[in-house]
T-cell receptor, first 112, second 118 residues
Framework: DAKTTQPTSMDCAEGRAANLPCNHSTISGNEYVYWYRQIHSQGPQYIIHGLKNNETNEMASLIITEDRKSSTLILPHATLRDTAVYYCIVRLDTGTASKLTFGTGTRLQVTL | DAGITQSPRYKITETGRQVTLMCHQTWSHSYMFWYRQDLGHGLRLIYYSAAADITDKGEVPDGYVVSRSKTENFPLTLESATRSQTSVYFC?????????????????FGPGTRLTVL
């Protein structure tokens, strides 16, 4: 699975958009990009995933560059409850097992 | 609608003792996973199971044993606990649905078990 690089921490004002970057320069053509987040003391929570095209759901948007070497998770209107560690994960879904490899993620602090 | 539960939520034990952490899910998901999380590390996969009676090692399996006799349960046993196994343990499950040629990889995580080995 491709390695990812994320900033250690970021701050965002409440109500503003939070843009969390992720570099995955060694990604291969059939590897997916996943985002999870972990609010303090809780289990991780799935946010979104994508392959090539930009994706949007009720939680966030995922923007993947055309060369797929990087992506950005966008929380359009961050709230205090979005304070968490955000994990960018790149992996190949082989159909035999759905394992995830978590890095250390980005700690997002949303402030008033 | 309990979803995925773990027990106990907190456990203190001594070196050399056997400890079993329980994980139960009510969705009939085929896949189940055990992760550990330590300060300075992300989550690391210990073991996973694709179905009842099918288990496989993850990244850090040494010192752990798993079984899966029923789809809904996936217990994790530390046969002889060591201080290095002090950690927060998360169980997760996934239905493994195939979507557009790949697995739908959404994993649902339990609340975690905080284990301290003295």
């Amino acid at each position: 699975d491709a390695k990812t690089t994320q900033p250690t921490s970021m701050d965002c004002a409440e109500g503003r958009a939070a843009n969390l970057p992720c570099n995955h320069s060694t990604i291969s053509g059939n590897e997916y990009v996943y985002w999870y987040r972990q609010i303090h003391s809780q289990g991780p929570q799935y946010i979104i995933h994508g392959l090539k095209n930009n994706e949007t759901n009720e939680m966030a948007s995922l923007i993947i560059t055309e060369d797929r070497k990087s992506s950005t998770l966008i929380l359009p209107h961050a709230t205090l409850r979005d304070t968490a560690v955000y994990y960018c994960i790149v992996r190949l879904d082989t159909g035999t097992a759905s394992k995830l490899t978590f890095g250390t993620g980005t700690r997002l602090q949303v402030t008033l | 609608d309990a979803g995925i539960t773990q027990s106990p939520r907190y456990k203190i034990t001594e070196t050399g003792r056997q400890v079993t952490l329980m994980c139960h899910q009510t969705w009939s998901h085929s896949y189940m996973f055990w992760y550990r999380q330590d300060l300075g590390h992300g989550l690391r996969l210990i073991y996973y199971s694709a179905a009842a009676d099918i288990t496989d090692k993850g990244e850090v399996p040494d010192g752990y044993v798993v079984s899966r006799s029923k789809t809904e349960n996936f217990p994790l046993t530390l046969e002889s606990a060591t201080r290095s196994q002090t950690s927060v343990y998360f169980c997760a499950s996934s239905d493994g649905r195939v979507l557009a040629g790949g697995l739908w990889n959404e994993q649902f995580f339990g609340p975690g078990t905080r284990l301290t080995v003295l």
